[in-house]
């Protein structure tokens, strides 16, 4: 970068004059919104237009979250070797074309629960690819690292944003137009981003290979890393337990408010966007709680906040308003739990994390989370075959709010502070 470049760039007051940063961001934050729709509107498509019984629901979570174990790493691989824009490009078509399936299908009556089973295999698949791929793609965009941390507060943003109003969007339009239907919101988004991200002009340098090294070997050395060290190990195994006991809590309570408390879609969306704005509120308490209080309290309190509270779901009783009210109070603080969490152990990882292998930690820790957090659906609907719906949430909270008891005696929860950066040997 010549000397007139920099002063440019020290003189730019944000990320705002930055157009195919924008551009990025636009088609993001249109994906991210069209996703939190089909996160509702996809189980209630297999609830109410095709019955779907409760083991289905679990398989049906099982296949969102799967290829993250599958393909993740190998995905992590491949794209340290490869432009990142095209594998974004050609994720975001397949998930275009395969949601894009669930309407037109669903028009023709040619749906069925293994065709969506199938179609959500494929979407998940498409998005392990998607996501390994942005985040290496930012900092080519944004390539000044003083911006970094904007860019990133951007999309966290965004991303928050759209947890929040998705389900709420959701509800409403699988009320108006039935849930396939509102699948299909789902398609033009896509649409929307595959456009944006043909209109960026930054030239991406096609990554090195290194010399005489087997895709295998770099796997390995990831999860060498992940294993030996003691933060990063606990934050996988806790992560996926995590997101074990939301994936098998969220389906089951889907369909326990539907069928059984017969909550109609627009008050569950309203419910879980309210409870998704516990989120927004985790990430502005997080630095503040951080900066005041010793770093374990605050990963602690952020895990009991997150898993206690969803008792509620399944004691909740009493007249409607109440039970509504108890249900996304539940929720609420479980988005505002995680949300601290999550910025936590991103944090930490960052910080004990050799650049060098900073990409296959990232991959290698998320096929841990994500591989044991696709277990907790199908294990879920196969207890909700035996013991009922309401049983499998009582059985998935009431676990949960033990297996919390278990962080209370983990490294994370004894640091003061952040440990020391691991440097590059």
Known sequence: MTTQDTAVARTRPSLWHNSDFLKFWSGETLSLFGTQITVLALPLTAVITLNAQPEELGILRFLQMVPYLLFGPLFGVWVDRHRRLPAMISANVTRMILIGLVPLLAAFDALNVPLLLAITFGVGMAAVLFD?????????????????????????????????????????????LTAPVAIAANAVTFLGSVLSLLL?????????????????????????????????????????????????????????????????????????????CGGILGGLMSQRLLSRLRLGYVYAGGLIMAFVPSLLLPAASGPAWVVYALFT?????AFVGLSIVNILIMSLRQTVTPPAIMGRMNAAVRAVMFGLGALGGPIAGAIAA???????????TSASALFVLSVLVSPVSRLRTMPPPVGTD
Do not use: C
Request: aromatic share 10%.
């Open 132 to 176: 390994v791929s942005w985040m290496s793609f930012v900092p080519t965009l944004v390539r000044e690292p003083e911006y970094l941390v904007e860019a990133n507060a951007k999309l966290t943003t965004t991303a928050a944003t759209a947890d929040a109003a998705g389900p709420g969007v959701a509800g409403s339009l699988v009320n108006l």
């Open 200 to 276: 960026i002009r930054t030239r991406e340098p096609v990554p090195s290979t290194p010399a005489k090294r087997r895709p295998g070997t770099e796997l390995v050395e990831g999860l060498r890393f992940v294993v030996g060290n003691q933060y990063v190990r606990w934050v996988a195994v806790v992560g996926g337990m995590a997101n074990f006991f939301m994936s098998a809590t969220q389906p089951m309570f889907i369909l326990y408010a539907v069928r059984i408390r017969d909550v109609p879609p627009s008050v569950l969306g309203l419910m879980l966007t309210i409870g998704a």
């Open 329 to 333: 109070a539940a929720w609420f603080l």
């Open 386 to 396: 035996q013991a009922g719906v309401r049983g499998a949430l009582w059985v998935s």
